[in-house]
């Protein structure tokens, strides 16, 4: 089955604090991952991805493939991170047609 | 551009009722999925489009149905509405004849069933 999980659903940290939201998944194949953010009163939109290994916004993500995990990590949280988080995934060349999703993360960050 | 449009914002039904959800994609892009979010959960997929095809279905009855128009705006249909069907209705757009795996929301239509 495919299947995203998000363990926590709320997370809360002091400012500067290091931060990791968990996410694991299910998927028989080779998934593309993807972290969604929302923030208050703002649209659903793209954080980062695992294809382009990049950093946005100071948040990191590895996909480690033999624990089935996608993990997002900061190692200095900002009270403007503050948001909900979500990990989603589809399957290869699928393009962001179809996106399973887990059931989020509050994070947190006060002063 | 405006982004991915969807209307109307909000809206309330009674049960049985039948609703119709109007999305507008990025100008551009050729594929549009539609997602049910309920209150404390992640969304979750009921359809995809591309090019007025349905390309891919969630776990949804058929209830629920969809379209998606020569210039590739959708419209999401619920029939014999529930009180279950009360949630956010999210629209998504992406390209789908490129690498780019982005899908670019809309600000959602937010369905009470009474």
């Known amino acids: 089955a495919q299947r995203v999980t998000q363990p926590e659903k709320l997370l809360s940290v002091f400012k500067g604090a290091p931060v990791e939201l968990k996410c694991n998944y299910s998927y028989s194949g080779s998934p593309e991952l993807f972290w969604y953010v929302q923030y208050s009163r703002q649209r659903l939109q793209l954080l980062l991805r695992?294809?382009s290994r990049e950093s946005i916004k100071g948040f990191t993500a590895d996909l480690n493939k033999g624990e089935t995990s996608f993990h997002l990590k900061k190692p200095f949280a900002q009270e403007e991170d503050s948001a909900m988080y979500y990990c989603a995934l589809s399957g290869a060349y699928n393009q962001g047609g179809k996106l399973i999703f887990g059931q989020g993360t509050e994070l947190s960050v006060k002063p | 551009d405006a982004g991915v449009t969807q209307s109307p914002t909000h809206l309330i039904k009674t049960r049985g009722q039948q609703v119709t959800l109007r999305c507008s994609p990025i100008s551009g892009h050729k594929s549009v999925s539609w997602y049910q979010q309920v209150l404390g959960q992640g969304p979750q997929f009921i359809f995809q489009y591309y090019e007025k095809e349905e390309r891919g279905r969630g776990n949804f009855p058929d209830r629920f149905s969809a379209r998606q128009f020569p210039n590739y705006s959708s419209e999401l249909n619920v029939n014999a509405l529930l009180l279950g069907d009360s949630a956010l209705y999210l629209c998504a757009s992406s390209f789908l004849d490129t690498l780019n795996t982005e899908a670019f929301f809309g600000q959602g239509t937010r369905l009470t069933v009474v």
């Open positions: 695992h294809i």
